[in-house]
């Protein structure tokens, strides 16, 4: 797990090369963590969330302009907010004085909890890409803060491509 830890926290590479390297670290466990979220849930009793406020806004039968603005708020508006909002959770634990741990570990509870607030338990499934965020902000802001803030956005968005475009491919797939 050592070379995980060293891949996220590189800068000695141009941004496109981190991202390409990072993605996947967070794309693919955050895939299996939700899968299994979603699987374990019923099977221990529990009901799983109502995600129709977002399955219906991303649906392309709602209308292109609403799939559209869907698409353009969860892939680019979502991570430029969420990140500047990180940005100033970080400002804000520092300031407590909390070490690099404490501030990881404060970003993924505050954005555990903030997720659930939308859609209950859907803050554990996004527990892992908040921690890969976390680590990205915090390596990057050694660059500056607009390359942190840029590089994080970057990151985010790519994951939430992902994570909205896949079960769509997967479903024009059966």
């Excluded at 590479?13 to 981190?18: D, E, R, S, T």
């Excluded at 404060?106 to 892992?128: E, N």
């Excluded at 803060?145 to 970057?154: E, F, N, P, Q, R």
Aim: aromatic share 12%; charged share 10%.
């Amino acid at each position: 797990m050592d070379w995980v830890w060293r891949t996220l926290t590189r800068t000695d590479q141009g941004a496109i090369l981190y991202l390409a390297k990072v993605l996947p670290l967070v794309v693919i466990p955050g895939l299996i963590i939700a899968r299994l979220f979603f699987l374990l849930i019923p099977l221990l009793g529990g009901s799983l969330p109502d995600q129709s406020a977002i399955s219906g806004a991303l649906d392309p039968d709602q209308g292109w302009g609403v799939y559209s603005l869907s698409l353009l708020t969860y892939i680019v508006i979502a991570p430029i907010v969420e990140t500047l909002i990180m940005a100033m959770v970080f400002w804000g634990l520092g300031r407590l004085g909390a070490g690099q741990r404490g501030l990881i570990l404060g970003q993924v509870l505050f954005w555990v909890g903030l997720h659930s607030l939308a859609i209950a338990g859907w803050g554990l499934t996004v527990a892992w890409a908040f921690f890969i965020f976390s680590v990205c902000f915090l390596t990057w802001r050694s660059k500056g803060l607009g390359a942190a803030i840029g590089v994080t956005s970057a990151l985010h968005a790519g994951n939430n491509t992902v994570a909205i475009l896949l079960p769509f491919l997967l479903g024009a797939m059966e």
